[in-house]
């Protein structure tokens, strides 16, 4: 959802204990001069801007602008991290203690000093219960007494009930800080309704300048930012307009009223090579995959058996060949066994078959589930209720509104009704987070770590994850969960990552479609860009467009 999201990857075995001096600061750049604008085609508004309780991968976005990351990043099978906002780390010989040595020239825009104790006000609010953030997975294996402990301004020590994987680890202790001269005082149970939460304070080369709800939100620089040269913005503004319909963005690109969009679909990105040369297409890799979410508390869905009927009545690879699938036959797409991305080399499972399309053999697993049409109206029934649902998915996403028909279609098939209701991005995922919903159809963008906790490990009273929205519970999974982060040797630990794959595949509480290659469409006029697995939005510092192709002067 990214969500965001939330899984996979290999720890990087050069941070084994030598600490984190990876790799030098790019060279300094000349970012005095800023000059045109970066116009982003976006088809939801942000939710909320605070990086305790942000939920969506477009919150996301603007929040890496507003900050410094704890360390820079680049991927290659696995996270390679270099100095940030951390300058330096090791890890003791145990792997359960990582002390951190944190840059001591960044300010709030307002002036006052970052320091330690945001990174500890900001963990403190993910571990209170009454905040309710969808990140306290992040917390459980620290110390609460060291998540994380602060020596003093520009040190501080992370503290871990056992040794897991180093990636997972770092990536547990790099959200992006939240004012403690701000929010110290502030309701913990209305966080996200907090003026602060959508007006941030930026510590980083961005700060926010305008946030029209359902309209734009504009970007500046940060005329008060205190870090390197070389992370000053040399474009002039960030302007996201968001625009539902898909088509609409597209109009917009291809008429230069936006300059970057993703999510191209692939028959428009045919098109478009031909028709604007001006518009680069740049693929992503696999990070960001679709699937049918059930709701296990709805009685439709608890019985395995329907929901991998289900599955064998979807003729996925047909939907593939339909909307991933490029006019010379090149693939977009494969099929997604997993919420593990298969750029994770070594993690992913891939010995799980997906599940083949078969509608006689479907029909029959219904029937022996009960399922049959007893009145001859073409419906499946049992104890007198037709198998009908609704399919929920989010509005401006043509690739799902699609998916969403050709799902309702092949299900009609073996006798099952399929309502499709659309709702606006913020709402739709929110009703997730609730459970307000029969199923839907929905993505994530896969985390670079190694963690599933958030998603298939079983709630109780004490322990609430708020991506777990299919309510899935399998304790053999927990089991491996545990065992996998308690095993910080990624060539230990990737056989229990692969066993958890597998058992969640089988038990289905997601119809489990696709990985996707994204496609993203950028103006030509833009150098320096980075659109890459990271992100589509990558170091938007660094962009910048040459003085003899600038559009916008102002």
């Known amino acids: 959802m990214s969500i965001r999201s939330l899984v996979a990857a290999l720890t990087l075995g050069a941070l084994a204990s030598c600490g984190g001096e990876l790799a030098a600061e790019p060279a300094e750049a000349d970012a005095s001069t800023t000059r045109d604008m970066l116009v982003i085609g976006t088809q939801s508004d942000i939710g909320v801007l605070n990086p305790v309780v942000q939920e969506t991968a477009a919150d996301d976005y603007v929040l890496q602008a507003l900050s410094v990351r704890m360390t820079g990043l680049e991927f290659d099978c696995s996270l390679k991290k270099s100095p940030a906002y951390a300058k330096s780390w090791e890890w003791n010989d145990e792997g359960t203690v990582l002390k951190v040595e944190l840059r001591d020239d960044l300010t709030w825009e307002d002036g006052t000093k970052v320091t330690a104790a945001d990174v500890a006000f900001t963990y403190e609010l993910v571990s209170d219960p009454v905040v309710a953030s969808a990140r306290l997975a992040f917390i459980e294996r620290m110390n609460p007494d060291a998540r ?19 990636d997972t680890q770092m ?23 907090h003026e602060r939460s959508n007006r941030p304070l930026s510590y980083g080369p961005w700060r926010l300048e305008t946030w029209e709800p359902n309209q734009r939100l504009v970007l500046e ?64 890799g696999w990070r960001a995959m679709d699937y049918v979410a059930w709701n296990l508390k709805d009685p439709l869905f608890e019985d395995k058996a329907v929901r991998t009927a289900l599955a064998m009545a979807t003729d996925v690879d047909g939907m593939i060949g339909k909307l991933l699938t490029g006019k010379d036959g090149e693939k977009f797409a494969r099929r997604a066994t997993s919420t593990i991305t298969p750029a994770l080399c070594g993690v992913h499972n ?48 043509k690739r799902r509104a699609d998916s969403a028909v050709l799902l309702q279609d092949q299900l009609k098939k073996v006798g099952v009704v399929v309502n499709i209701e659309k709702t606006e991005s913020n709402a739709f995922f929110e009703n997730l987070r609730k459970r307000d919903y029969q199923a839907a159809l929905a993505g994530w963008v896969a985390g670079l770590f190694v963690d599933p906790t958030d998603i298939w490990h079983c709630e109780d009273d004490e322990h609430k994850y708020e991506f777990n ?81 600038v559009k916008y002067r102002k």
Not at 227 to 243: A, F, T, W
Not at 477 to 499: H, R
Not at 541 to 549: A, M, S, Y
Request: net charge negative; glycine share 4%; aromatic share 8%.
């Open 171 to 193: 990536s547990h202790t790099s959200l992006p800080l939240v004012p403690k001269h701000v929010f110290a005082d502030a309701d913990r149970a209305s966080l996200r309704g």
């Open 350 to 397: 891939d010995d799980i078959a997906p599940i083949a399309h078969n509608a006689d053999q479907a029909k029959q697993m219904l029937a022996s589930a009960g399922w049959r049409d007893t009145n001859g109206d073409g419906v499946l029934d049992k104890d007198g209720k037709k198998f009908e649902f609704t399919l929920s998915t989010n509005t401006g996403n």
């Open 469 to 549: 929205f299919t309510s899935y519970c399998n304790p053999k999974v927990d089991e491996l969960i545990e065992k996998g982060l308690n095993t910080p040797v990624p060539k230990d630990s990737a056989p229990l990552w692969q066993e958890v794959q597998q058992l969640v595949h089988d038990d289905q509480p997601y119809l489990f479609l696709w990985w996707m290659d994204e496609i993203v469409g950028i103006s030509d006029r833009f150098e320096n860009t980075k659109i890459d697995i990271l992100s589509p939005l990558n170091d938007l510092h660094q962009w910048e467009v040459p003085e003899d192709k």
């Open 221 to 284: 620089p940060n005329e008060h930012f205190t870090g390197p040269e070389y992370m000053k913005p040399r474009l002039s503004r960030i302007v996201y307009r968001v625009i539902p319909e898909y088509s609409t963005r597209l109009i917009e690109l291809e008429t230069g009223g936006i300059d970057h969009m993703q999510s191209i679909l692939v028959q428009d990105a045919d098109r478009l090579r031909e028709e604007h040369p001006e518009i680069n297409l740049v693929r992503r």
């Open 148 to 166: 994380p402990r602060v020596i003093d301004d520009t040190h501080i020590e992370w503290h871990f009930t056992n040794a897991y994987d180093r």
